[in-house]
């Protein structure tokens, strides 16, 4: 009995410390989610600059395709904002190619 209140009360810690931390993600402007993610991406893949900045670029432009799906909920089906997903993550891997070394890409998984 006492181990199953330890183990519920450690849940909702956890619980409520995740859902704060993704709260403030989701309230994060656009661009700094975007530098964030391409800081990340710098690091994991040891961007030069020249290629730091195409990435946010590419990364925003990526950004603000998603926001303009997520936009249209009422007037598309899931199924249809779902194929439009997949063709804009596409179109973002595409445009990694031609920034991105060889050895980048494989890290990144890019095919």
């Known amino acids: 009995m006492k181990r ?11 619980a409520t410390i995740f859902g704060t931390k993704s709260l403030l993600w989701a ?3 656009h661009q700094e989610k975007v530098q964030h993610i391409t800081e990340r991406m710098t690091k994991k893949l040891d961007l ?3 290629q730091k900045e195409k990435v946010y670029v590419i990364n ?8 303009e799906l997520k936009n249209t909920r009422g007037n598309t089906s899931r199924k249809e904002r779902k ?3 997949k063709i804009k993550i596409a179109e973002w891997k595409n445009e990694l190619k031609t ?3 060889e050895q980048q890409l494989k890290k990144m998984r890019i095919e």
């Open 48 to 50: 030069s600059q020249e």
């Open 83 to 85: 194929q439009q997903f």
């Open 60 to 67: 925003l432009k990526k950004a603000e395709a998603y926001q």
């Open 27 to 29: 309230q994060k402007p």
């Open 99 to 101: 920034v991105l070394n």
């Open 4 to 14: 199953k209140k330890i183990v519920i009360v450690t849940l909702v810690v956890l």
